[in-house]
């Protein structure tokens, strides 16, 4: 009987991205018995919602990875605008909601008696304050421009943009921001929502993205519980999943650090945004590897992971706006891969052998 395997890929941002499709690509050169077209089940969240669809959708990881790897190549022509595109409806909500919270404010401050005030003036001011907590922004940017955008790609590289369409099984997970559930796109009961739609609403980290709208639902980032869902894989009679995750913590040991200004001696350099990258990197990091041993313990499934080393992370601190910084990244996930499957190998020699996998 031919063992099942399934491909889950977290998410990680484009960097994370990008290097799950370079060590997709050396897995696939470098060990006969990996096939991208032929994993049992796709799983992917956030920017690895993408990768897998494309994946599953019929397109090979080698095509992707040179399509990345040319800058004059248009085969996924993405630019900034399809992601960071300002949420201006959600804006003008929190411009008019807080101006009727200041309003109110002063209204309500301007009417306490200032002789026998119910309570002291700076509990009062916090109180209205308070009010516009309500007013803030949902989200900075909107995800209608980016799931456009794939809907296009979709269709001009003749990938289905249905889930029953898919030659291969999908998934794609998000949670229901109204109830905090966990929805899986493509699985009973969510197989009519766009491909695309799936993609965008799984990607909406807060609070940069605004929650996605799916039908009368609004849906957040699929990586907020589990990190590579391998549980679902589990679900699908699954005897291996390979778990591509980008997500570790970047340890600099005192090498130094791409800033916006200048070289830098830590990560605190690089500013609030990158504080907080590193701070969802160590609680990603830990909650994956606590799933699989769960899983690994329970012992209907093996699990794969693979990872970065924490000091090799250090490459995923540079712009991947940047081409340089883009090629160096999909190069350096293809050739630590390649340079890694031996010793890949010969730790899981096991499951190695009962999955045929051999070097190439």
Same mark, same amino acid.
């Given at each position: 009987m031919k063992l099942r395997c399934a491909?889950? *890929?977290p998410g990680g941002g484009l +960097? !994370? #991205?990008?290097?799950q499709v370079g060590a997709l690509a050396a897995l696939e050169d470098?060990?006969?018995?990996?096939?991208?077209?032929?994993?049992? *089940?796709?799983?992917?969240?956030? +920017? !690895? #919602?993408?990768?897998a669809a494309a994946i599953a959708g019929g397109i090979p990881i080698d095509r992707i990875y040179r399509a990345l790897l040319d800058p004059v190549d248009n085969f996924f022509p993405l630019e900034r605008g399809h992601v960071f595109h300002i949420d201006l409806g959600e804006w003008q909500r929190t411009l008019g909601t807080g101006f009727v919270a200041l309003r109110h404010a002063f209204l309500h401050l301007a009417s306490r008696d200032p002789i026998a005030p119910e309570e002291p003036s700076h509990l009062a001011l916090w109180e209205q304050i308070e009010r516009l907590y309500d007013s803030l922004p949902a989200g900075v940017f909107a995800l209608d421009r980016y799931e456009r955008f794939l809907a296009e790609f979709f269709g001009r590289r003749s990938i289905p943009n249905t889930f029953r369409a898919m030659p291969r099984r999908l998934r794609i997970p998000a949670h229901d921001i109204d109830s905090g559930e966990r929805v899986l796109f493509g699985?009973?009961?969510y197989e009519d929502v766009s491909v695309s739609e799936a993609c965008a609403a799984s990607l909406a980290l807060p609070p940069f993205f605004s929650p996605v709208r799916v039908g009368d639902h609004h849906y957040i980032d699929g990586g907020l519980g589990q990190v590579a869902h391998v549980d679902v894989a589990e679900d699908t009679g699954a005897d291996l999943a390979i778990v591509v995750n980008p997500m570790v913590p970047v340890s600099t040991q005192n090498r130094a650090v791409p800033?916006?200004?200048?070289v830098r001696d830590s990560v605190r350099d690089k500013?609030?945004?990158?504080?907080?990258?590193?701070?969802m990197r160590v609680s990603a990091h830990a909650r994956l590897h606590q799933d699989v041993a769960a899983v690994r313990a329970a012992g209907n499934m093996e699990v794969?992971?693979?990872?970065?080393?924490?000091?090799?992370a250090l490459l995923f601190l540079h712009n991947p706006a940047n081409l340089r910084a883009r090629r160096a990244i999909l190069e350096y996930a293809y050739r630590t891969t390649r340079e890694r499957?031996?010793?890949w190998l010969d730790k899981h020699r096991d499951v190695a052998d009962r999955m045929g996998f051999t070097a190439a």
């Open positions: 491909l889950c *890929l +960097t !994370g #991205a990008l290097y470098g060990i006969e018995g990996i096939d991208g077209q032929a994993f049992s *089940l796709y799983l992917g969240h956030s +920017t !690895g #919602a993408t990768v699985s009973p009961g800033t916006g200004h200048g500013g609030a945004l990158w504080v907080f990258n590193q701070a794969l992971v693979l990872e970065p080393e924490p000091t090799d499957i031996a010793q």
